[in-house]
């Protein structure tokens, strides 16, 4: 069958930056799998997707608007070093919980140091990137109707379903 609408698809991947350089990969995680138009993977390789059929490989490069947005520098803030002074060592690349003013978590990084001022980043890691996918699907199938409602696929491996506990907000990495 082919990728479309209500189907969960599993596929390998290989993620290059557009300097050829690998960011991700399912190598080691083994395929990704996903419900087609439910929103789980980035817009512009969903676009890829539809019609595909398993064991079909194709290659997509997914502009930052169709991937993770572009770099919003409303999100980028230069902090005094002094709000850091739990933390011994202070660098570039290190990434922390941060709390928003609605009270979302999120992950900022370090992107700059000095003296006194720590400059930290809250867009998402691959904002402003475009992304080069190396695709191989794996499998189509139809979703179940659970699937649907939820908006996720269901694993086997997943004990959060084992237990028939699954919420519907609830996001599980399973499956
Ligand atoms: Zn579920």
């Not at 979703?143 to 409602?149: F, H, K, P, R, V």
């Given at each position: 069958?082919?990728?479309?609408?209500?189907?969960?698809?599993?596929?390998?991947?290989?993620?290059?930056?557009?300097?050829?350089?690998?960011?991700?990969?399912?190598?080691?995680?083994?395929?990704?799998?996903?419900?087609?138009?439910?929103?789980?993977?980035?817009?512009?390789?969903?676009?890829?997707?539809?019609?595909?059929?398993?064991?079909?490989?194709?290659?997509?490069?997914?502009?930052?608007?169709?991937?993770?947005?572009?770099?919003?520098?409303?999100?980028?803030a230069?902090?005094?070093?002094?709000?850091?002074?739990?933390?011994?060592?202070?660098?570039?690349?290190?990434?922390?919980?941060?709390?928003?003013?609605?009270?979302?978590?999120?992950?900022?990084?370090v992107?700059?140091?000095?003296?006194?001022?720590?400059?930290?980043?809250?867009?998402?890691?691959?904002?402003?990137?475009?992304?080069?996918?190396?695709?191989?699907?794996?499998?189509?199938r139809?979703?179940?109707?659970?699937?649907i409602?939820?908006g996720?696929?269901h694993?086997q491996?997943?004990?959060?379903?084992?237990?028939?506990?699954?919420?519907?907000?609830?996001?599980?990495?399973?499956?």
């Amino acid at each position: 069958m082919n990728v479309g609408a209500n189907t969960v698809v599993s596929f390998d991947y290989v993620l290059c930056d557009s300097d050829g350089r690998e960011l991700d990969s399912s190598r080691e995680t083994g395929p990704l799998a996903y419900l087609h138009g439910a929103g789980g993977i980035i817009p512009g390789l969903a676009d890829a997707m539809t019609g595909r059929a398993s064991g079909e490989r194709f290659s997509v490069v997914v502009q930052p608007e169709q991937a993770y947005g572009l770099s919003d520098p409303k999100m980028i803030a230069a902090l005094p070093r002094e709000r850091f002074s739990g933390t011994d060592t202070i660098a570039v690349g290190m990434q922390f919980h941060a709390q928003t003013t609605e009270g979302h978590a999120r992950v900022v990084r370090v992107v700059a140091v000095d003296d006194r001022t720590v400059t930290i980043d809250a867009n998402h890691p691959l904002a402003g990137q475009s992304l080069s996918f190396d695709i191989t699907v794996v499998d189509v199938r139809e979703a179940t109707a659970s699937e649907i409602e939820h908006g996720h696929p269901h694993g086997q491996h997943c004990e959060h379903h084992d237990k028939g506990g699954c919420g519907r907000q609830h996001q599980h990495g399973c499956g």
